[in-house]
């Protein structure tokens, strides 16, 4: 096999920018990523030539050159991150992206951040601002709170916290709350990086009044109390609640501070699930820092919320850490309208996609299942379709034990395993991520819409992912 005449047949990169194919991408995409992924794909192709035995295989791949740039220049411009349809079932996917944000609330975070916004800028007075002016009344009003901020997360408002109010000084926590929540987020780390020491009271599963009594010094400078979220001691247990807490401190003089991780505003109970103590009865009971996430149980943006008492709130804005803890526009803009939702209980459960998801009820899952699999057997493709009952999740370590009763489509290829179905599935443009039970393929409807169900049911058809050999 001649291989040197294989190298010359390779098109030359100027007359390959003559053809009109490439010069169609060059008007699509760029010039300069377009004479890119031809160097590429020609590298790419001297050396297959370089090691290709097969004569007929190598002028194929030659013949492909086109092609091959086209993918290449595609990619470059498709963004890696994407839309992905969501049918486990957890609200709070973490590494889905937890808290999805309204489409009502999104165009107008859009509208804020294309343009110049008052988000450091005090239209009353003419003067410069607080970003956090946008949402703290709201913050205040809602929790109870005197004074409100909010930071990049709720990790970096526990340190923020820490640093703020007991930096050089020891904070007591109990043993059973030294917890680590997922990504890594552990309580004795944070506290070590804030500079507070960490003084561990009681044991795993009992801390009692007297255990934080007897652990305050003359270098205490606070009580933290952490919701241990994603795990529970059950049994023989004990802990001291927040409203024992505050007559401790007040005699001590020095602050409770509670992290409660999800943060629910709202009492769930009237809605099946478990009773959480709310923000709320946290202010209440006379906690003087309380600390959560705004993308869990809230339903917003990615955030760390800080309320409480206004003398520490103001430590914490005048603390240096939190120029480099700070929220950007997009995030302020979205705080503001999550929370105007909350002014009304009704309005929360109807517009956040958080809490109307975990608030629908079983009756209403059946009959959305019902219809998902109505969808899927209008479009014709080999498998069978049943409507299952199944257990959805609430996610991101809010309310680890709980399971809300909901209903699936089960999807049972024909002609293809079920494996290589959630592979494919995985593959689409438009992601499909199912729950697999028992080597079925589940779609809980509790975290689709109707939207998703519709682009689910097209890209299954359109793809033909459910016959042997698919479009993908
Ligand atoms: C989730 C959680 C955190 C971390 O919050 P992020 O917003 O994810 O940074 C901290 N503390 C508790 C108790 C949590 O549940």
């Known amino acids: ?68 740039v086209r993918r290449t220049v595609t990619a470059m411009h498709t963004p890696n991150m994407r839309s992905v349809i969501n ?70 408002a526990v340190m923020l916290i820490l640093s703020s109010l007991a930096k050089g000084g020891e904070v007591v926590v109990s043993r059973g709350e030294l917890v680590e929540i997922g990504g890594k987020f552990r309580v004795p780390d944070v506290m070590e990086q804030s500079g ?31 919701h241990t979220s994603n795990y529970r001691i059950v049994g023989f247990t004990d802990t001291v609640g927040i409203d024992e807490l505050i007559p401790i401190a007040k005699e001590h ?4 501070i509670e992290d409660l991780g999800s943060g629910v505003l709202i009492d769930l109970s009237k809605y099946g699930i478990t009773y959480e103590p709310t923000v709320q009865d946290s202010i209440r009971k006379g906690a003087d820092v309380v600390c959560f996430s705004g993308d869990k149980l809230l339903g917003g943006p990615q955030a760390g919320i800080i309320i409480g008492k206004k003398k520490y709130i103001d430590m914490m804005k005048k603390n240096q850490l939190t120029r480099a803890l700070r929220i950007d526009k997009f995030t302020a803009t979205a705080l503001e ?36 699999k109505r969808m899927l057997q209008r479009a014709k493709l080999p498998a069978a379709y049943e409507v299952v009952d199944c257990e959805s999740q609430i996610g991101g370590g809010s309310l ?3 399971r809300i009763p909901s209903a699936a489509v089960a999807i049972h290829p024909e002609k293809i395993s079920v494996p290589e179905l959630e592979e494919r599935m995985r593959h689409l443009p438009v ?3 199912p729950r697999t039970v028992n080597d079925t393929i589940l779609l809980d409807v509790r975290t689709l819409d109707k939207d998703a169900m519709t682009l689910a049911v097209k890209q299954l058809k359109e793809m033909d992912i459910l016959e042997e050999t698919s479009l993908l």
Not at 125 to 152: D, P, Q, W
Not at 202 to 224: C, F, M, P, V, W
Not at 253 to 256: C, F, K, Q
């Open 253 to 256: 003089d020095i602050p409770v």
């Open 87 to 156: 049918g486990t079932g957890t609200i709070l996917h973490t590494n889905l992206g937890r808290a999805p944000i309204s489409q009502k609330h999104m165009n107008r975070i859009a509208q804020i951040a294309t343009g110049y916004s008052n988000l450091e800028y005090n239209l009353e007075a003419g003067r410069r601002g607080e970003r956090y002016s946008h949402f703290e009344k709201l913050l205040c009003k809602i929790t109870g709170a005197e004074a409100a901020m909010a930071v990049n997360n709720n990790a970096a």
């Open 337 to 372: 309208l999550v929370l105007q939702e909350y002014l009304s209980e009704e309005n929360a459960i109807q517009n956040i996609p958080v809490l109307k998801m975990i608030t629908k009820s079983y009756d209403e899952t059946v009959a959305e299942a019902k219809t998902f």
């Open 1 to 68: 096999m001649n291989k040197n005449m294989l190298y010359r047949s390779i098109p030359k990169v100027d007359v390959l920018l003559e053809d009109p194919e490439i010069q169609g991408l060059i008007e699509t995409y760029s010039r300069d990523t377009v004479v890119e992924s031809i160097h590429l794909e020609m590298d790419a192709l001297r050396k297959y030539i370089g090691t290709c035995e097969d004569e007929e295989k190598a002028k194929e791949q030659i013949g492909n050159l086109n092609m091959n």
């Open 196 to 226: 507070a020491t960490l003084v561990e009271v009681g044991t795993t599963n009992k801390t009692h009044y007297d255990d934080y009594e007897s652990a305050i010094t003359e270098e205490t400078k606070a009580l933290l109390k952490v």
């Open 431 to 433: 992601p499909i991520i």
């Open 400 to 402: 680890p034990l709980e």
